[in-house]
Structure formats: structure tokens, C-alpha cells
């Protein structure tokens, strides 16, 4: 950089800015939304597990959907609401409903939608409603001395193009939509939809906590990736994948990393943490800079296949929890950091609840 003059630099930046951007959008379009972390509902009983409170809650009679005067926000052509413990009127627990609904954000309510211009962006209705993608990961993911230049590029895309952060992505206020509904529910005394609309404000607040959620691969690799486009956007979506169905594969096998990494993560204090929302933004950008160290795990440990253009799924049938000392148990560990993180940021989530509705 010495040797070019301040407008050299300008111009420079300018060129890098327009190509960053150009293949960030480009990713954004191609990268197909896929639910976060693999089932809510499994992980979700497990985090659960410490939360004493709930045993109050034990009894709790199934009511009707009630709520067409507040819930008004348009919901998928194909959603049909189930009541999976069984017909209102009969009974069940908050341990249930929150295990049995952390999964439905996905059962078709977000999807074939047309929320806005930019859904195309994040691979159509659902995925705008469960992602939050952000160029504010310009920043992160470089050396020290890089940052600052990155720092320095976005601060001149704000002055020559008046662009701040972009978002792509509605899932904070998805989140808190759902907790503000089960306060109304509440207000009623309808336990049943106090818990049923918490769980929905979880599913959000969960899948922002999937690193893949905030940014589709580490920035190194966009900028590498200019030239050949195609491959780029395939290793990126079959590295969210795998990730997702292996995450799920050691859920269900108990490994002790991750069933540690839910049971244990302590909450946040809710003085800092102070909405739904927060907790999805703060996810958000948590998350970007551990996608730069999932990548290059996730190559050594499903092999190159992962790193290909074409659809490619790694075979979970013959896997077992990791021995120590080996690639996939440095894996583990990098994975229960985001892991606990969806444990803690649920974990908030109730106190929030508590303490707005005195549960
Ligand atoms: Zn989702």
C-alpha cells in the first residue's frame, strides 16, 4: 500500500468494496435457507433440563387458538397449527410445549411468502424470517492489521455509498414478535399460549446462534472465490449442512461435548441482554467469526468432498462420539462454543420471560 498515493488507495478500496459486495449479494441469493442446528426440539430438552421454574408449570390445560385480534402478521398458505400432546382441553406441561413447538417456526409458517424485495436475497420468505446476515463481518475474520483495513474499507462505503451495515434477514424481530405475543397470552391468563408462543420466540433466537446463520462463508475465501463463483457457493452450502446433520448425529448419540456444551452454559444477565432481539443481533455477530474456524475443520474432517460445487452429505450412520487428539474432537469443541451459546441465549430467554410476565 506504500507506494500508492492517497487517491491510489481510494481507488483501490473502491474496486475491493464493489467486489466484495458483488459476490456477498451473490452468495446471499445462492446460499438456500436450511433450518438451524438440527432439531430444536431435541436440543431444546436438554437445555431445559436445569430449568427448575418450569416444574411449576407442570399442568397446564391445552386451549384454542385465540388470537387473530393481535397475531396478525401473515403466516405461510400451508400452515396448518397442530396440537401435537393433544386436543385443547386436555392437559400437558410447559417441559412439552416447549420441546414439542421449538421446531414449528419451520413446519411451513414462514414459507411462500412475499415479505420483501430482498427475500431473494436469503433464499426466499422462510429464510428472511430465520437468518440475519450481515456485512458487518467485513470486520471480522482477518488478521489484527487487516481488520482495521476492512474497518477502513466499510467506513468509506458508508461515506461514498451511504450503505451502513446491511442486514438481509428479520429473525430479531421475528423473536421478539412471538415474545411480546406470549405476554399478551399471558395478560389472559392462557398459560398454554404463553408457553406455545415463547417456544416460536426461541426457534428464532436459537437459529440465530447457527454461525452459518450470520454469514455463508469466512470473507478469505469470498475474496478468493471471485474467479470461480460456482464452487464457492456450493462448499458454502454443503458446509452449513454438514455441520447441521452432524451437530444432530452426536445430539442423539449423547456425546458428551455437546450434551455438556447445552446443559451447562449459564444465561446472560438480562441488564445487558434486554430483549429478544438483542439476543438475536448479539448471536448474530458472535457467530461470523467462528465460521472461519468451522471451515477449515469441517475440510479436514469430512474430507474434500465438502469443499465441492455439487450437493454432497457426509454419511452420520457409522459416526461415533470423537476420541481425543483427533480432528473431529477439535471439531466438537469449536462447534459447543455456538452450541452452548444456543443453550445460554435460550436460557435468557426464559429470564426475560420471567421477568416480563412473572412467570
Ligand atoms: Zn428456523
Known amino acids: 500500500m506504500g507506494t500508492l498515493d492517497k487517491g491510489g488507495v481510494m481507488k483501490r478500496n473502491r474496486k475491493l468494496l464493489c467486489a466484495a459486495l458483488v459476490v456477498a449479494l451473490a452468495l446471499f441469493c445462492l446460499v438456500s435457507p436450511v433450518d438451524a442446528w438440527n432439531s430444536h426440539g431435541a436440543c ?14 407442570d399442568t397446564i390445560t391445552i386451549t384454542p387458538w385465540t388470537y387473530e385480534d393481535v397475531d396478525t ?11 401435537i400432546e ?16 421449538a421446531d414449528e417456526p419451520d413446519w411451513k409458517m414462514d414459507q411462500d411468502l412475499k415479505l420483501s424485495p430482498f427475500q431473494a436475497l436469503t433464499g426466499g420468505s422462510q429464510g428472511w424470517r430465520h437468518q440475519y446476515y450481515g456485512l458487518g463481518w467485513l470486520r471480522f475474520g482477518v488478521a489484527p492489521s487487516r481488520a482495521q483495513y476492512f474497518f477502513d474499507l466499510a467506513g468509506k462505503a458508508r461515506q461514498y455509498y451511504g450503505l451502513g451495515w446491511l442486514r438481509f ?35 428464532y433466537v436459537q437459529d440465530t446462534t447457527q454461525p452459518y446463520h450470520g454469514v455463508p462463508a469466512p470473507v478469505g475465501l469470498i475474496f478468493k472465490g471471485i474467479g470461480n463463483f460456482g464452487a464457492l457457493m456450493g462448499s458454502a452450502t454443503n ?5 447441521e446433520e452432524y451437530q444432530g448425529a452426536m445430539v442423539a448419540r449423547s456425546s458428551p461435548v455437546f450434551v455438556t456444551a447445552l446443559q451447562n452454559a449459564p444465561p ?13 443481533r448479539h448471536a448474530a455477530y458472535l457467530g461470523r467469526p467462528v465460521v472461519r474456524e468451522l471451515w477449515p475443520l469441517e475440510t479436514t474432517f469430512f474430507g474434500d468432498s465438502v469443499n465441492g460445487k455439487d450437493s454432497w452429505l457426509f454419511d452420520t450412520s457409522t459416526v461415533h462420539v470423537a476420541d481425543s487428539g483427533t480432528v473431529q474432537a477439535t471439531y466438537d469443541l469449536e462447534i459447543s462454543t455456538p452450541l452452548g451459546r444456543m443453550s445460554s441465549y435460550t436460557k435468557t430467554l426464559f429470564l426475560l420471560a420471567r421477568a416480563a410476565y412473572g412467570l
Open 86 to 101: 393433544g386436543k385443547p382441553g386436555t392437559v400437558t406441561s410447559a417441559s412439552a410445549i416447549l420441546t414439542n413447538y
Open 268 to 280: 446472560l444477565d438480562i441488564a445487558t441482554a434486554t430483549s429478544p432481539s438483542w439476543l438475536c
Open 239 to 243: 458446509h452449513h449442512y454438514n455441520l
Open 73 to 83: 402478521a401473515t403466516i405461510g398458505p400451508n400452515f396448518v397449527v397442530q396440537y
Open 169 to 203: 434477514g428479520v429473525a430479531p424481530s421475528r423473536a421478539q414478535y412471538f415474545f411480546d405475543l406470549a405476554g399478551k397470552a399471558r395478560e389472559k391468563g392462557d398459560l398454554y399460549w404463553t408457553f406455545r408462543y415463547l417456544a416460536r420466540a426461541m426457534h
Open 44 to 57: 431444546t430438552k436438554i437445555i431445559i433440563s436445569d430449568q427448575e421454574w418450569l416444574k411449576a408449570y
